[in-house]
């Protein structure tokens, strides 16, 4: 882990439903608009996932209509797994984050097997969290890995995109990854 930055500690869904013993399939009922108990808009979207910062995911239960109860042990947990890290809430400067859809676009990589790979031989950057079962990295970890996969390359150039830097480090990445991909019926709506 970049020793640049300390880890924003951050949730998936399977986090936020252990922090109020629920399966986290009520989570994705929670964030229905015919719910409305919990603002999409309220998460951060890295590889077409939702994150949340834990700190706003443990006060949420506080401010629904219907009380719920945080369970600190889990709180607890999550912060024992991520390590040294910061509590952020909402609108708290969390750093630009990315998952493998993101990292595929900035370095403009021709399959997502070749960063599979990378990853799985253990060649790429160690991800800074492991998340409802996906690693996620901070923007910056891979940027400080690039010198390290360059040498270590056999056939990819590993060229950052610059302008993909730029829209991840202010928020306006609107690339692969960037949205959520709804599932089920509702998929079958898009044109």
């Known amino acids: 882990m970049g020793m640049s930055q300390r880890r924003p500690y951050l949730v998936g869904h399977q986090e936020f439903a252990a922090?109020?013993?629920?399966?986290?399939?009520?989570?994705?009922?929670?964030?229905?608009?015919?719910?409305?108990?919990?603002?999409?808009?309220?998460?951060?979207?890295?590889?077409?996932?939702?994150?949340?910062?834990?700190?706003?995911?443990a006060r949420w239960g506080a401010t629904t209509a219907r009380f719920r109860q945080v369970d600190l042990d889990a709180k607890a947990r999550i912060i024992a797994d991520q390590g040294e890290g910061w509590e952020p809430g909402l609108g708290d400067e969390l750093p630009p984050i990315v998952g493998q859809q993101e990292i595929i676009e900035l370095?403009?990589?021709?399959?997502?097997?070749n960063l599979a790979t990378t990853i799985a031989t253990?060649?790429?950057?160690?991800?800074?969290?492991?998340?409802?079962?996906?690693?996620?990295?901070?923007?910056?970890?891979?940027?400080d890995a690039v010198p390290t996969l360059r040498k270590s390359a056999r056939s990819l150039p590993w060229d950052v995109d610059e302008a993909v830097v730029t829209a991840l480090r202010d928020g306006t990445y609107d690339g692969p990854g960037s949205r959520v991909l709804t599932r089920g019926r509702h998929a079958r709506k898009a044109p």
């Open 107 to 113: 370095f403009h990589l021709p399959a997502q097997g």
């Open 19 to 57: 922090l109020y013993r629920v399966d986290p399939k009520q989570v994705a009922q929670w964030l229905a608009p015919s719910r409305g108990v919990l603002d999409p808009s309220t998460a951060l979207v890295v590889s077409g996932v939702r994150y949340w910062p834990l700190g706003f995911a």
């Open 122 to 143: 253990g060649r790429f950057a160690e991800h800074d969290w492991l998340l409802s079962g996906s690693k996620l990295w901070m923007l910056e970890t891979v940027l």
